[in-house]
Structure formats: C-alpha cells, structure tokens
C-alpha cells in the first residue's frame, strides 16, 4: 500500500507563502490522485484540494481557491501544496493521501473529499502562521 512523507511546513509570518511537498513510497499504483488535508488545534481533519495526477485536474474547497494550489509529478512521485497569502487561521498540520477506491477519486475531484475514503496517511507536516 502507498504511504506518503510530507515536509516543508515552518512558521511564517502572515502574508507569506509556503511550498509543502508529498512523497509517495509503496505501492504507487495509488496515485492517480490526491488530495491534501490540514488539521488545526482542536479541529477535524478537513480536505483542502485534490489533484489529479493523470490530466493535471484540480478542485479545491471553496474558501481556499485563488490562494492554494496543489500541483503534482507523478513521475517523480511528489506532490505540492503552494499557499501564498497565509492567515492565522491556516495554522495546523497539513497532510496529503490518496483516494481508496475509483469512486472516492471521483468523489474528489467532483469536490466531495469524504476523510475515510483516503489512505496512505504520513505523519503530516506542521505550518504555523505568526502576526
């Protein structure tokens, strides 16, 4: 089965940008698409973006469209998550994984990422955005 290793989060300033990067290792099979996550303090998990690794396809939530882009080489087997204009409220754990059936890819490309339908979950990679 796939599992993914992000990185790239820090602490920023408000305003700034990040490039948080995904790795898949495994069974890469699993990859068509994926989506990325964040978790905040006391928070549920919520899905953020799915990119489709096949035709380059991409949904995002709609709060976040315009300042995330997910970007992805499945070649390289690395993804991207690129957030410009950070906010305070974008403080949390961001996480990426992929969806675990045709339909769930479907699902998140339609704009439906449902958080029991991914798997390949890593341990995430923290991004705190300071005043």
């Known amino acids: 089965q796939v599992k993914f290793v992000e990185s790239g989060g820090s602490l920023v300033q408000a305003g700034g940008s990040l490039r948080l990067s995904c790795v898949a290792y495994?069974?890469?099979?699993?990859?068509?698409?994926i989506a990325w996550f964040r978790q905040a303090p006391g928070k549920k998990r919520e899905g953020l973006g799915c990119?489709?690794?096949?035709?380059?396809?991409?949904y995002y939530t709609g709060s976040l469209k315009g300042r995330f882009i997910v970007s992805g080489d499945s070649g390289k087997n690395t993804w991207h998550l690129q957030m410009n204009d950070l906010k305070l409220e974008d403080t949390a754990f961001y996480f990426c994984?992929?969806?675990?059936?045709?339909?769930?890819?479907?699902?998140?490309?339609?704009?439906?990422?449902?958080?029991?339908?991914?798997?390949?979950w890593g341990q995430g990679t923290q991004v705190t955005v300071s005043s």
């Open positions: 990119f489709n690794s096949v035709d380059g396809s991409t």
């Open positions: 994984a992929a969806p675990s059936s045709i339909s769930a890819q479907d699902r998140c490309l339609a704009g439906q990422i449902l958080l029991t339908e991914y798997m390949g």
């Open positions: 495994g069974d890469r099979r699993d990859t068509s698409a």
